[in-house]
T-cell receptor, first 109, second 114 residues
Framework: GQNIDQPTEMTATEGAIVQINCTYQ??????LFWYQQHAGEAPTFLSY??LDGLEEKGRFSSFLSRSKGYSYLLLKELQMKDSASYLC??????????WGAGTKLIIKP | DAMVIQNPRYQVTQFGKPVTLSCSQT?????MYWYQQKSSQAPKLLFH???????NEADTPDNFQSRRPNTSFCFLDIRSPGLGDAAMYLC?????????????FGQGTRLTVV
């Protein structure tokens, strides 16, 4: 079967750095998305990785290792507004999105 | 400006009473999706349209139906809502289902069944 694993919940301090991991086992791979979802709202796009390595976009970076079936989202200089769920989603060989359950990130002052 | 619009944001319906959720898009995207998301769970794909071609997920209950009368609009019909159908329903679009493009989501409709 297809499987995406992320930690259920993480806590970090305002101004710090946090890394959210995602491991996957899917039938084929056509890229990996990270989405941010605030409570009661729709997911919004953060990043897309299809090649190995690190993609940096402002305070957020996303890393991919296809051989390890692994990605992480790195958030720097955490702000209170970063409190949200972070969803990892993999595009399989049929171009279907396979979603993880999300990691709830709690930021403390 | 909102590009994927869902109405209403909150919907309360009675057990067994049919309900329709709507979604419209101004992006002119070929693909439209309906997802069901329950608290702290991954979004679950119910069905999607590639243009007018309808694709139903194997485990989507018959209680759920969809219509896409034109490119811009898509509807989710729940024929006889049960308590287990209470969830957030997310509509999303993407430019092309045959290539990888990001999905754009509407604000969602939170359905309560009483």
């Amino acid at each position: 079967g297809q499987n995406i694993d992320q930690p259920t919940e993480m806590t970090a301090t305002e101004g710090a750095i946090v890394q959210i991991n995602c491991t996957y086992q899917t039938s084929g791979f056509n890229g990996l998305f990270w989405y941010q979802q605030h409570a009661g709202e729709a997911p919004t796009f953060l990043s897309y990785n299809v090649l190995d390595g690190l993609e940096e976009k402002g305070r957020f970076s996303s890393f991919l290792s296809r051989s390890k079936g692994y990605s992480y989202l790195l958030l720097k200089e955490l702000q209170m507004k970063d409190s949200a769920s972070y969803l990892c989603a993999v595009v399989d060989s049929n171009y279907q999105l396979i979603w993880g359950a999300g990691t709830k990130l709690i930021i403390k002052p | 400006d909102a590009m994927v619009i869902q109405n209403p944001r909150y919907q309360v319906t009675q057990f067994g009473k049919p309900v329709t959720l709507s979604c419209s898009q101004t992006l002119n995207h070929n693909v439209m999706y309906w997802y069901q998301q329950k608290s702290s769970q991954a979004p679950k794909l119910l069905f999607h349209y590639y243009d007018k071609d309808f694709n139903n997920e194997a485990d989507t209950p018959d209680n759920f139906q969809s219509r896409r009368p034109n490119t811009s609009f898509c509807f989710l019909d729940i024929r006889s809502p049960g308590l287990g159908d209470a969830a957030m329903y997310l509509c999303a679009t993407s430019r092309d289902g045959q290539r990888v493009t990001e999905a754009f989501f509407g604000q969602g409709t939170r359905l309560t069944v009483v």
